[in-house]
Structure formats: structure tokens, C-alpha cells
């Protein structure tokens, strides 16, 4: 917008026309509400004239073929698809939202249509998602973590119990790859099926359901440091403002402190695995030993089922798993990736509730880990997954599936232009 004086402000007392000299610009945000609006595909047909019957073998009509679609026949477009399922997955908005949002525009989009979108669209993606998995598989590092799901109408089971998200994430960050499970059960044969013939470090919390990685030959299994530190947190939040400083809590939380203040060294240094293989050697593990010293000591001198007890077991019960990221200097010292890979379906969680049935949570996990793999290597959600659905139904080969995993696609050359509309 240029505001402008009048033309008669524009001339100078001594009678002479003021000659422009520059200007001054200021910006404001505007937003443009969301349309919907109908594509039409228009395929013309052709016959010959000079034949009698217009679709005789000898003078067949001609007609363009209809385009692939990422759910055939389906009035939804790619477009639509991923802001659906965007706005659910990564927003949190539950199909009954989205249903009343659309009515607000004049579009009636049923939560149940929505739905059936969803797993449709995930069924299509499924030969990315195994793609994915493999990919994850071949590396030399996965964390895994679980959260509960509740799921409504799974046979033979009660509405109210407990059901699980699983994830796998691999630890290597020149790749990240997400992937989401879900299970009616929180058995440790989740993620021996899922981990089966890998070769390399896993690393978890310290739940049971996970032991048995302690006896693969080809795995080394770690431990958390944020986990065993969260015990001892919790017991300084217990006691409250008015707790004595400088108790035993406070002792093991200084120990963590150091040990996490050198990992905040190598990155911001930007050392490289070796340098931090090195760095741990020097500073993190006489630290440990001497942590590890002074919680034997303390061991016998507290109460077994007190917290300061459990979290003094914990550390010892999980030392030689949390001492493991000496190893390699491509190792974390935490799962916190995985923790807040995990957090996205947590928050979903809270405003959904609930998965109406199995075929919907096997859903839910799939699109999970297509958005959170696509965010883990640096897109914007809804620009991958609208690249996605426009070209996935053109694929045919190994190549032009493996083209569209989110590590392979510039993240840049999918960046959402923006309009100058110029109001």
C-alpha cells in the first residue's frame, strides 16, 4: 500500500512542485483465512466421424488416462490429504475439530471420512515405511522407548486397557529415522522382533522388557543417564522449598552436572567423534568411577524402598549399561532424542484420547513416523508429505520409492513459496 499526500501538499510555499526524495516503509503481518476450492480435471474425448459406431475396435474413442491418485477415485487432493493429516499428527487436532473447522468454510468433511483418508493413505505409504525400517536396521545405533495408547474396539479386550506406541529411532544424525509401532502389549517380544539381526549398541530406559538385549552376542546395550539423574530430581522436588541443601540428592545431581557440562563442551566445540571419544576418556570417566564409588558407599547407609534408596539402585542395577557411551564418540550419553521424537504423540494424545481401533493405531504409527522422519531430517511437514502423496503413485522401482524418503529429498526445493499478493 503507498500512502501518498495530496497533490496540493505537494507544492512548496515559493510555488515550486516538492521533488520526492525517498520514503518510509514500515511492514505489518496479514493472514489469508483458509479456502477450499475445487480442481476440475476436464479429459476430452475423441472420436472419429466418418465411422458409424463410435467405439468400434477399428474407431475406439480416445480419452486421456486418469492421473494416479494417492487414493483412487477420492475427491481428496494431495493438498487436502496433507493438511488433514499434518493438522492431526503434527498440530494435535482431532478429525472432530477439523470436521467442525471445514463446516466454518462451508465444507462438510465428516470425522468418519477423514478417518478412512487416513488409513487409506497410510496403506499406500506402507512401501516407504518398510524402506525405512530397513534403513533403520542397517545402521550401527538404535534408541527405543514406549509410551501407552489407549485403543477402543481391539478383540477380546476391555476399552480401558492399556495399549502401547513403541518407538525406534536410529541414533546416527547424518540420518535420523523414526519409526512408530504400536502393540497391544508392553512384551519385551515387541522389540526382539523388531530388533532381530541387528548388530550394534541399542540404547533404553531401564524397563525389564529390554533385558534380554543384555544376552545378544551382536548387541551392546545401554543405559540412560537422564533416567538414572530423573530419580534422584525427583527426590529434591519431593522435599520441597524448604528441604536441607546439600544432601545426598543434591550430591548425585552436582555428579550428573559434570557429566553433562561435558558433553555440552564437545558440542559446542563441535568436536568430532574421536575428539569426543577423547574428551570422555580425560573428564567423564574418572568422574564416574569416582561417582560410582561414592554410590556403593552410600548404598548400605539408606532404606531399600525409600527414593533415595530406589534411585541409588537403579544407578548401580544400570552402571555397566550407563557406562557404555565411553565407548564411541558417536554415542549419546541419554535417550533424550527418542524422548522427545515420542513427545509429538504424547501431546496428540492428550486431545484425541484415544484409537477407535487397531487398523487406526497401525495407522496413526505409520503416518508418525513418515512426519517425524520428515522433521528429524529437516523438512516442513507439510510440504513433504504433499511432495509425497503427488508423487508416490507414479513410483514403480526400488529407485523411484527410495527417491521419497525424507533423506533423499532437498528439504529446500520443497519450501512453501509465499504469495505476494499485493494488498
Request: with cysteine.
Amino acid at each position: 500500500l503507498v500512502h501518498d499526500i495530496p497533490e496540493e501538499e505537494k507544492i512548496c510555499s515559493c510555488g515550486c512542485i516538492k521533488k520526492r526524495i525517498g520514503e518510509e516503509v514500515s511492514e505489518q503481518l496479514d493472514i489469508v483465512p483458509a479456502r477450499i476450492q475445487v480442481i476440475r480435471h476436464i479429459r476430452p474425448k475423441y472420436a472419429c466421424s466418418n465411422c458409424q459406431c463410435d467405439n468400434t475396435e477399428d474407431s475406439p474413442v480416445s480419452i486421456a488416462p486418469v492421473e494416479p491418485q494417492i487414493i483412487p477415485k477420492s475427491i481428496a487432493s494431495p493438498g487436502l490429504l496433507a493438511h488433514i493429516l499434518v493438522s492431526k499428527f503434527v498440530d494435535h487436532l482431532p478429525f472432530y475439530r477439523q470436521e467442525k473447522l471445514f463446516r466454518r468454510i462451508g465444507v462438510d468433511i465428516c470425522r468418519a471420512t477423514m478417518c478412512r483418508w487416513a488409513m487409506q493413505v497410510a496403506t499406500a505409504c506402507q512401501t516407504l515405511l518398510n524402506l525405512m525400517q530397513d534403513e533403520l536396521l542397517t545402521g550401527f545405533y538404535i534408541k527405543a522407548d514406549e509410551t501407552t495408547l489407549q485403543v477402543l474396539q481391539e478383540p477380546g479386550r476391555s476399552p480401558t486397557t492399556k495399549s502401547y506406541m513403541w518407538v525406534f529411532r536410529r541414533g546416527d544424525p547424518k540420518k535420523p529415522i523414526l519409526i512408530f509401532k504400536y502393540d497391544e502389549t508392553r512384551s519385551a517380544d515387541v522389540p526382539r522382533e523388531f530388533l532381530l539381526g541387528f548388530k550394534g549398541y541399542v540404547q533404553t530406559d531401564g524397563y525389564a522388557g529390554y533385558d534380554f538385549l543384555d544376552t545378544w552376542a551382536d548387541v551392546r546395550h545401554m543405559g540412560c543417564m537422564a533416567h538414572a539423574r530423573r530419580k534422584f530430581a525427583d527426590i529434591i522436588k519431593a522435599q520441597g522449598k524448604k528441604r536441607k541443601k546439600n544432601g545426598s540428592a543434591d550430591v548425585a545431581i552436582a555428579y550428573f552436572s559434570r557429566l553433562y557440562a561435558i558433553e555440552k563442551e564437545a558440542k559446542e566445540k563441535n568436536y568430532s567423534p574421536e575428539q569426543i571419544y577423547k574428551l570422555r576418556q580425560e573428564k567423564s570417566k574418572p568422574i564416574l568411577e569416582e561417582f560410582h564409588a561414592w554410590l556403593l558407599k552410600r548404598a548400605p547407609h539408606v532404606l531399600p524402598k525409600s527414593l533415595l534408596g530406589k534411585a541409588i539402585s537403579y544407578c548401580l542395577d544400570q552402571w555397566s549399561r550407563l557406562t557404555v557411551y565411553l565407548e564411541d564418540g558417536r554415542l549419546s550419553i541419554d535417550n533424550n532424542a527418542t524422548e522427545n521424537a515420542i513427545r509429538p504423540f504424547v501431546l496428540g494424545r492428550k486431545n484425541w484420547l484415544f484409537s477407535a481401533t487397531p487398523e487406526g493405531a497401525e495407522a496413526s504409527a505409520t503416518l508418525f513416523s513418515l512426519l517425524e522422519t520428515a522433521k528429524a531430517n529437516g523438512h516442513e511437514p507439510y510440504s513433504y508429505i504433499r511432495f509425497i502423496f503427488e508423487k508416490l503413485p507414479y513410483a514403480e522401482t526400488l529407485e523411484e520409492y527410495e527417491a521419497l524418503l525424507p533423506w533423499n529429498v532437498n528439504p529446500k526445493k520443497l519450501a512453501i513459496e509465499v504469495i505476494d499478493t499485493g494488498v
